[in-house]
């Protein structure tokens, strides 16, 4: 499978591009099924997307064996189905008949599949755990004061910052956009260029822009990226002086240009940071996204795939059961999911305290971000939006002047905001 800033309505993460040593693996698309357990009163249908790692397919199986084992009267039938490109197409396509699993994997979790009745509310799942997991994965998932989906993992996105280039140049990590700037500036020299934020210069900053400033890209019932108009202004300004890598070989969510030096500062995720320790010894550190401005506030984006029930289920009370013995009591598990078939952090801070490998160096500052700086979509963000504040964003960049570029979107945005909520 591939991606790109503009693959899903969340860009990257939401989808779940798989990586081994910094290398994209791809994704088989031949569905299988568990059989049921014998002699159990209820079956339920749990579906997964195809995951690339290996070993993750038995993995999700052992899961449901052994809360058969321990639940003999609830069998788990684990249909491992579509790639990820085709995944939500026959996902939305069942959940209108009469076969629709009961449990089902949701990379974009979207607020109008709850409005819809199509979403079982979750908080007794989460009970008094509630707490214990992030708060931005929480706001996600809270659709008019009701939880609908309970996180897997969460991928933590953060700016990989190369130390010995960055002494060598004479600046330290940045912590406001203008920091930031100015260090790209200073980075770009010979053969490297100061920072990468993908291949057309834009990839996330956009939204980490609008959010450093202290601008959701939704409030309530209207679109207010616009507001950010004097961040994301910043975009022109990185451009102007060709301090952004542009063009690479891979892109921002491959640790390539950043292990190769040809960028001293890149925006990816902490699914790399194995490929980038392997290539970079102990040479390299992460911080958030900066703070626009002293009003700001540094920001990561946290993305990473949802479980959700579906409302018509002849077995919500069973599922319930399952999902909450599976990501709120099964610490073992949540570990074992995060860390052994890719490098994710376990949405309860409890448990990624306990997860060996995010226990220290750059991996438990990721942990610790995610816990302070993390920020996740609005669940009402479209396809449609998405693209309307990517090329509003794109000819910022080239030097349209902010406000008109993004009241214009935001007004494209508005409309499709009011349909959602009717």
């Not at 995951?51 to 003999?72: I, L």
């Not at 993390?374 to 479209?382: L, M, V």
Request: charged letters at 25%.
């Amino acid at each position: 499978m591939t991606a790109s800033s503009a693959l899903s309505r969340r860009g990257f993460l939401g989808t779940s591009l798989l990586f081994v040593a910094g290398a994209a693996v791809a994704c088989s698309s031949n569905p299988q099924e568990t059989a049921s357990a014998k002699g159990a009163k209820v079956t339920l249908t749990q579906w997964y997307h195809q995951y690339g790692e290996e070993g993750t397919q038995a993995a999700v199986k052992r899961y449901a064996e052994k809360f058969t084992k321990a639940n003999p009267d609830i069998a788990v039938n684990v249909v491992w189905g579509a790639d990820v490109s085709q995944y939500e197409t026959k996902l939305n396509a069942a959940l209108l008949g009469a076969d629709a699993p009961d449990i089902f994997e949701l990379g974009d979790f979207r607020a109008e599949m709850a409005r819809k009745g199509q979403l079982e509310p979750l908080d007794d799942v989460y009970g008094s755990a509630k707490d214990g997991f992030n708060k931005a994965d929480l706001d996600y998932l809270t659709v008019d004061g009701k939880l609908y989906g309970i996180k897997t993992i969460d991928d933590i996105m953060v700016l990989y910052y190369r130390k010995s280039m960055l002494k060598k140049a004479g600046v330290t990590p940045p912590t406001t956009f203008a920091e930031l700037a100015d260090a790209a500036r200073k980075l770009t020299s010979g053969g490297a260029k100061g920072l990468f934020i993908g291949n057309d210069g834009i990839g996330d900053s956009p939204y980490l822009l609008a959010w450093s400033q202290g601008v959701d890209l939704i409030d309530g019932k209207k679109v207010v990226y616009a507001d950010a108009a004097k961040s994301i202004g910043g975009l022109h300004d990185l451009h102007s002086d060709k301090s952004v890598l542009l063009g690479f070989t891979t892109d921002w969510y491959d640790p390539g240009a950043f292990n190769q030096g040809a960028a001293a500062m890149q925006w990816c995720g902490l699914w790399a940071l194995p490929a980038v320790e392997k290539a970079l010894g102990d040479d390299f550190g992460v911080v958030p996204w900066p703070a626009y401005d002293s009003a700001g506030k540094a920001v990561a984006r946290l993305g990473g795939w949802t479980q959700a029930i579906h409302s018509k289920s002849k077995h919500v009370a069973e599922a319930k059961k399952y999902l909450r013995w599976l990501w709120v009591e099964q610490a073992d598990i949540q570990i074992d999911w995060a860390v052994k078939y890719g490098f994710h952090v376990p949405p309860q801070a409890e448990v990624a305290a306990k997860t060996p490998e995010l226990s220290k160096g750059a991996a438990k500052d990721a942990v610790a971000i995610a816990n302070k700086n993390g920020i996740s979509f609005p669940a009402e963000w479209t396809q449609a939006m998405q693209a309307e504040f990517i090329a509003a964003a794109a000819d910022i960049a080239k030097g349209e002047g902010a406000e008109k570029a993004l009241n214009k979107a935001q007004s494209k945005a508005q409309s499709d905001l009011d349909k959602q909520m009717g």
